[in-house]
């Protein structure tokens, strides 16, 4: 059906509602601690959606439908991972986050170890938020191109022009709302999408179940204990578990919200129950790309793609009517901002806490304080352009970035790990054991190892170097 001026109207009114509830926000933007916390003051169920939208993003409404078209559902074993992680979070690392005045995780990491702790585990955050997030931003480009004929470079610089304007003013209480919002938006517009997949085929659901079972796109849980597939049972438990204990307890993307809720018991709220969200947001996420799968496989003669990530944004400019696939645009969009916007953020934060005003301790007044945090926001938008740009070479986008997030998680949790659990270790021998966790992923990562497994490598490997290291240096002190 194509994309119509009524669809445009759509995708700019909800863009430039963005911008003017990021100025609205502005408006009580007084210190860093209301840029980069919210003053502390936000309730724990929408913290709770905005972690929802912050992790799955344009990654969710693109490259899962992309990875069910392409196979079956089988990674929703992964949620079930993710789930227990997040309990084990709430009950270990949130109450250590919430002695004291935080404003990253890795103030923690000072308050174990020391600085140069501090400095390392935050800049492995830099690094690896700067790759995984220009992969997702790219990912937003992809129906951006499909719709305008502009190029990625250009559809790039459009969305992340749209999501500075209001990240830099609005800081994270206009991300977090924002971000609730956007969550609302676009699974509404997948919701809608279902539904005329189901109407514009002849025979309904039943038929596309059933063209879907024939083809074996219903499996949902593979007990095979193979290391070499990637989405298995095992894999998922294991492989969820560690991806999420690190991504929900060291990366400051997450928590940086947890630290914002009012205390302690709202954080734990807000985190167990955006397991429970993501969990039916990615089953059904899965169902509409096998959907797709049937659907195409009844109209082949429709099917026009470069590769897979790329079926969901056809359907929806091909095939949704007028208005419609405005909605759902904007819903992609909505996606991508909420984790473009939240991720900015969390980059100027740890910029500006774990890195300027430890080492260089300006003498900034509050005002001068807001104003620097919102140029690292700047700076830091410019780089994720850049990464963006790059990013088209690197294959699934939803594989690309949690390949890239998980090749460094594993190092992180474990130094997290032995901070929590370990009283002796010193700050040289945990150093030590990070660099080991980050040098073996190097091995692992050419090895053909599915990336599930990544970060529990990587997490066992620094644990294990931590331990030998002590064990080390006291026997030779002894």
């Not at 700019?12 to 926000?25: K, P």
């Not at 969550?183 to 514009?200: E, N, Q, T």
């Not at 007990?223 to 998922?236: A, D, E, P, V």
Request: charged share 10%.
């Amino acid at each position: 059906m194509g994309f119509t001026i009524l669809d445009y109207a759509i995708v700019l009114i909800s863009m430039l509602g963005s911008i003017y509830l990021g100025f609205y926000f502005a408006r009580s933007q007084q210190s860093a601690k209301d840029y980069f916390l919210g003053n502390r003051d936000l309730p724990w169920f929408t913290i709770s959606l905005s972690i929802v939208a912050t992790e799955t993003s344009t990654l969710t409404f693109i490259g899962v439908p992309a990875l069910a078209f392409g196979g079956n559902m089988t990674f929703f074993q992964l949620t079930i991972g993710y789930l227990l992680a997040r309990i084990l979070v709430s009950l270990f690392f949130l109450p250590a986050y919430f002695r004291g005045e935080m404003f990253t995780a890795y103030t923690f990491i000072r308050n174990r170890f020391g600085r140069k702790t501090q400095s390392v585990t935050a800049s492995v955050f830099l690094i690896t938020r700067l790759l995984a997030d220009g992969v997702r931003l790219f990912a937003t480009a992809i129906p951006l191109a499909i719709i305008t004929g502009f190029s990625y470079p250009l559809s790039i610089a459009i969305i992340c022009c749209v999501t500075i304007i209001y990240t830099y003013f609005g800081g994270l209480k206009a991300v977090i709302w924002l971000d609730a919002i956007q969550l609302a938006i676009y699974l509404i517009g997948a919701v809608l999408a279902m539904f005329i997949i189901i109407d514009h085929t002849t025979g309904g659901l039943d038929q596309l179940l059933a063209l879907a079972g024939e083809a074996g796109k219903l499996q949902i849980f593979d007990f095979n204990f193979n290391l070499n597939s990637t989405y298995t049972i095992f894999s998922g438990i294991v492989g969820g578990l560690f991806l999420s204990l690190a991504s929900h307890g060291t990366d400051q993307l997450i928590v940086q919200r947890l630290l914002a809720c009012r205390n302690v018991r709202d954080s734990q709220k807000a985190l167990v129950t955006s397991g429970l969200v993501v969990m039916v947001q990615f089953f059904f996420f899965l169902a509409i790309g096998v959907l797709l799968y049937a659907f195409y496989t009844h109209f082949p003669e429709k099917l026009n793609i470069a590769k897979n990530d790329e079926i969901f944004p056809l359907f929806i400019i091909n095939e949704l009517p007028s208005g419609l696939s405005g909605l759902v645009i904007a819903a992609i969009f909505a996606a991508a901002m909420s984790t473009l916007s939240s991720s900015l953020n969390s980059l100027a934060s740890s910029t500006m806490m774990d890195f300027i005003k430890p080492y260089f301790k300006p003498n900034w007044n509050t005002a001068r304080e807001l104003f620097f945090s919102r140029i690292a926001t700047l700076g830091w938008a410019v780089l994720l352009i850049g990464v963006a740009m790059i990013s088209s070479q690197w294959g699934s986008v939803l594989e690309s970035g949690l390949k890239i997030a998980s090749f460094t998680y594993g190092a992180l949790l474990g130094t997290f790990l032995l901070g929590l659990f370990s009283q002796k270790i010193s700050q040289n021998q945990v150093i030590a054991a990070m660099i080991c966790g980050l040098f073996i992923m190097i091995f692992v990562n050419f090895s053909g190892v599915p990336w599930p497994w990544f970060v529990a490598i990587g997490t066992s490997t620094t644990v294990l170097s931590g331990m030998i290291f002590y064990t080390i240096q006291s026997k030779l002190f002894l």
